[in-house]
C-alpha cells in the first residue's frame, strides 16, 4: 500500500479543521494523494487553560465532545484501519458542519453522545458498539500521543488542523486556517502556494487575528453568505480578562 502523501491532525469538532479538510480531499482528488487522518485534542492542548478566561463558555464543552469522539475515532483505527478513520471524520463532520445547527438547548456537548454519534456510524459503515469508545479513557493516551507527535512538528502555540506534507522529511504547518472553501478549479492553486511558502526555510508565520465567520451552514451561516469578520485572541473569539 502506497504511504501517505499527507498526514491531517484534526479535531472532530474544529470548524477550521473541518474546511481546510474538505479543501484537502478535493487536492488529493486531483493529486492523487493519500491522506493519513491522525489527532490532535484541543481539550489536550488547552487543559492547563483556565476556560472560563480564555473562551466563550461553549468552548469546554465543544473540545471535551471532541476528545470523546477522538476515543471512537483511535478505536474505529485499531479495529477497522486507517481509512475508517477518514470515513469517520467524514460523516462526523457533515453532521456537525454542514447539516442546520442544532438547538441551543442542546449545546455542542450533545455530538459526544451516543445518541449523536450512532446514526453518524451507520452511515459510515461502522458497528454502533464503537460508540463504547466515548466513555473508554484508556484512549486518551492515543490520542495524547499524536496529540504531542503533532505538536512536535510545528512549536505549541498552534492549533487545529496540522498538516505534515510528504512524511517523515517534509515540512509540516499549522493551517491553513480558512473560512470559506476555494473554487474546485482554484484548490489546487492555493494548496500549491501554501507549500511553497512552507516550505522555505526561514519561514514562520503569516497571519492576521481577523477572521471571517467560518462559512458552515451548521453555524449558522450559508456557504454563499456574508463576510462578517470577528477579531481572534489565541484561537478564541473572546480576548484575555
Known sequence: ?????IHFYFDPTCPFAWLTSSWVRTVTARREYRVDWRFISLRLLNEHV???????????????????LLRVAARTRAEHGRDAV?????????RIFDADPVP???????RGTRA??????????????????????SWDAVVRAETEEALALTGRDVGTP???????????FFGPVISRLPAEEDAVELWDHVVALARFPGF?????????QPRLRGLGVAPDGPGVEEDWHAGSRRTKK
Open 1 to 5: 500500500m502506497k504511504s501517505a502523501d
Open 50 to 68: 483556565d476556560y472560563d478566561t480564555w473562551f466563550p463558555q461553549e468552548y469546554e464543552e465543544s473540545h471535551t465532545a471532541g476528545l470523546r
Open 86 to 94: 477518514g470515513r469517520l471524520y467524514e460523516g462526523l463532520g457533515a
Open 104 to 110: 441551543v438547548a442542546e449545546g455542542p456537548g450533545h
Open 116 to 137: 449523536f454519534l450512532e446514526p453518524v456510524l451507520t452511515a459510515t459503515g461502522l458497528p454502533a458498539e464503537l460508540a463504547d469508545a466515548l466513555e473508554d479513557r
Open 162 to 172: 496540522i498538516i505534515h506534507f510528504e512524511p517523515p522529511e517534509g515540512v509540516a
Open 204 to 212: 514562520a508565520e503569516l497571519k492576521r487575528s481577523l477572521r471571517e
